[in-house]
Structure formats: C-alpha cells, structure tokens
C-alpha cells in the first residue's frame, strides 16, 4: 500500500488520501527523479516529502515548486540527487580506480551509495564541476575504456551506478477491457 509522507504541523502526515494526480518520471539523462502530485494540504517549498510502498522507499525529496489555486495545491518535488547537479567541487583522481573515485567523492558530501566495480583506473582533474557532471565524466571513461555502459539511479536515499546490462525491468501491460 502506498503512502505519501509529509512534515506538516510539526509531524510526519500520511498526505496521500489528501492528494491526487501523483507521478513520479526519471530518464536516463537526469539523475533526479521528479514527483508531482496535487493536494489540499498547503506545504512549503522546502518541505520534504517520501513516497512509500509498504515500507520501501520509492522517492524521498524536497519540494521545489508549489503552485497555488483556490482550491488545490500542485507540488514539483525533486530527490536529492537534484542536488548533485547543482553542487559544485574542485577533485583530483590520481591513478585511482573509477569505483573509488566515486566513493570518494560521495563520502565528501555524505551521499549514500552503492557503486559496481569499476576498475578503469582514473587519472584526471575536475574544477568548479557540478558533482553529476563528474560522475558521467568518470563513466564516460569507463565506458571508453571498457565498452561497458553504466547508469546511475536513485533508490530512495541511495545513489546506484551499476552497469546497463545487469538491470532487469518487469513491465506490467493493462489493456482496457474495451479493447478489441
């Protein structure tokens, strides 16, 4: 069962039979996943949000954008992996293997992680990048290197990099019974 979780009034509030029109997207070109949903509750920008199934989180972020009419609120909320793409750092890679160089990086700004083994060593420095961009250079080396395609997802407050091939998707078809 799904749960939509918001801190409202000073406790953590079940919003979802308060709310409509939820969705959730992410692509391969954006590290974030965004989740928009229209509600009666009145939040603020800022305030944090997690979407759940059962007890497994789905989506954990922070609204960006709200978007008030008389008589529903729409919300934009974005992970926290949205962040990645707006912090900016200065790292050098010396002759380190990718995976570590990940490593690395993410324990500098305390991102929650689970990195493959990538051995491509890295050699390289990064200046006044945002932290996503040099995740997909140091991929992008990988890739080079190795001919493997890696793809980097959020997973609740998880950041995933694993290579394409060992993801699995199970898609569910519901066809209309209207349908001929």
């Keep these: 069962m799904y749960s939509l979780y918001a801190y409202y009034g000073g406790k953590l ?25 229209d509600s009666i509750y009145n939040l603020d920008v800022g305030t944090q949000i997690v979407l759940k199934n059962d007890s497994n989180v789905v989506v954990a972020g922070t609204i960006i954008e709200n978007d008030r009419t008389k008589f529903v ?20 890679f010396n002759n380190v293997a990718a995976s570590t160089a990940l490593k690395s990086l993410l324990d500098g700004f305390n991102i929650q992680y689970n990195i493959t083994d990538i051995s491509t060593c890295i050699n390289k420095i990064y200046r006044g990048n945002a932290i996503s961009d040099i995740i997909d250079g140091v991929l992008e080396i990988a890739r080079l290197d190795s001919g493997v395609v890696y793809v980097r997802y959020m997973d ?14 199970t898609p569910t078809i519901l066809i ?3 349908l001929t």
């Design 156 to 169: 609740g407050y998880t950041l995933n990099i694993q290579p394409l091939d060992h993801l699995k998707i």
């Design 73 to 92: 609120n729409s919300y934009t909320v974005m992970d926290f992996a949205f962040y990645l793409s707006k912090s900016k750092t200065a790292v050098q």
């Design 176 to 178: 209309d019974k209207g």
């Design 13 to 37: 509030v079940d919003i979802l039979p308060e709310s409509n029109n939820l969705q959730y997207t992410s692509d391969k070109d954006n590290l974030a996943v965004t989740l928009t949903f």
